[in-house]
Structure formats: structure tokens, C-alpha cells
């Protein structure tokens, strides 16, 4: 079993939809997670950065944890052609004594126009 | 501003051969890292650094070396380039390292060295 697992998709939808991005992680000693995205040719970038369970909002996109269920999500509102991207789930814990930093596989999103 | 910068963009080696993929960062970042990228297996952990003069092994360091002589710059080294080392080679760099205990330091990425051996 992969420590985190991502639905690689794709995933296309109109513009303008809500969209939502899921991970789920089998080791409960994750505690930061992180979504990142990755235009095509590009480095990723930190889309948002989470801790504790809840949910955490910056602009158009929220990022939802829940521990208890070891599954964090990403939500983009009023999707735009420039959102699409692929979006990777991260995730970061102390495993057997040493800080360890986990990506998904990435979901490719496509917003159309 | 460049942030994180990765010298060549792509090459193509022979089975093989050898070469070496530069990073540079001016974010006088203590840690970098050097991940590669895969269809199906996301972004794997090479090597990484937490300092100029030190490495460590990350989650696949087989065929690969790196050397961290100045802090700026993080080389990694293909010794005998194989086809299964085909991939797209990403190095970060943070001032957050792999014992700290959080904050909000993302890693910043470069935007990847694409690398085929024939």
C-alpha cells in the first residue's frame, strides 16, 4: 500500500465548476500537509499549507484535512482556464525518527473554457 | 529574483555515459534537495542536503552522487547513465529542513532538468 494515495485522474471540468482534489495517507504520524501545483514544464509551487484538521482558505481555494479519516482535500470555486495544472498532495511526519516528506502522484485538472 | 536554477534544461545520454546536473539557488537556503519525476510515481526523493559539505541518502539513491561544496550550489551526478534513469530531475531548496519541527518554508522547486538515456 502507497503511504498516500492520489487519483492521477485526468480530470476535466467547465469553467466555473467547483472542483475537488483528494488524497488519502495511510500513516497518522503525517501531520503538515501541503497541495502544490505544476503547469506543464514547470517546478511545482506551494499552493497551501496545512496543520491541524479544519479548513484552511486563501482566495478561491480551500484546503480541507481530516485526521480522523487520514483524507485532505483541495477545493477550487469558480474555476478558471488558468487553474488547469496538475496538483500534487504532499504530506510531512517524523517515521522512525527522521522528518520524512511524501508527494502523490499528482491529479492533472483541465478547466475548460 | 531567480530563486532555484537547474543547468542543462534537457540532454540526451548514451547508455553509459556520465554527466552532471547543476543547481543553483540564491535564496541562501540551508537545505536542497534533488527529487526525480515519473509517470505514475510522483516526485521520489534522491538525495538531499541540510548543509554545505553534507548529503544524505534519500528514497532511490542508486547510480546517483552528489556533492553540496558550496551552499548555493547542489550537483548531482549520473556515473553510468541507464534507460531506467530516464525521468524529469526537479532539486529544491528550503529554510526548512527534513528535523525541523514546522512552520510555513515551502521548498522551491526549479523547473526540472528533462533527461533521456538512449
Known amino acids: 500500500q502507497k503511504e498516500v494515495e492520489q487519483d492521477p485522474g485526468p480530470l476535466s471540468v467547465p469553467e466555473g465548476a467547483i472542483v475537488s482534489l483528494n488524497c488519502t495517507y495511510s500513516n497518522s504520524a503525517f501531520q503538515y500537509f501541503m497541495w502544490y501545483r505544476q503547469y506543464s514544464r514547470k517546478g511545482p509551487e506551494l499552493l497551501m499549507y496545512t496543520y491541524s484538521s479544519g479548513n484552511k482558505e486563501d482566495g478561491r481555494f480551500t484546503a480541507q484535512v481530516d485526521k480522523s479519516s487520514k483524507y485532505i482535500s483541495l477545493f477550487i470555486r469558480d474555476s478558471q482556464p488558468s487553474d488547469s495544472a496538475t496538483y500534487l498532495c504532499?504530506?510531512?511526519?517524523?517515521?522512525?525518527?527522521?522528518?520524512?516528506?511524501?508527494f502523490g502522484q499528482g491529479t492533472r485538472l483541465t478547466i475548460n473554457p | 529574483n531567480a530563486g532555484v536554477t537547474q543547468t542543462p534544461k534537457f540532454r540526451v545520454l548514451k547508455t553509459g555515459q556520465s554527466m552532471t546536473l547543476l543547481c543553483a539557488q540564491d535564496m541562501n537556503h540551508e537545505y536542497m534537495y534533488w527529487y526525480r519525476q515519473d509517470p505514475g510515481m510522483g516526485l521520489r526523493l534522491i538525495h538531499y542536503?541540510?548543509?554545505?559539505?553534507?548529503?544524505a541518502k534519500g528514497e532511490v539513491p542508486d547510480g546517483y552522487n552528489v556533492s553540496r561544496l558550496k551552499k548555493q550550489n547542489f550537483l548531482l551526478g549520473l556515473e553510468s547513465a541507464a534507460p531506467s534513469q530516464t525521468s524529469v530531475y526537479f532539486c529544491a531548496s528550503s529554510s526548512l529542513g527534513p528535523r525541523a519541527t514546522g512552520s510555513d518554508q515551502p521548498q522551491h522547486f526549479g523547473d526540472g532538468t528533462r533527461l533521456s538515456i538512449l
Open positions: 542536503s541540510v548543509g554545505e559539505g553534507t548529503t
Open positions: 504532499a504530506m510531512r511526519g517524523v517515521i522512525q525518527g527522521a522528518q520524512k516528506l511524501v
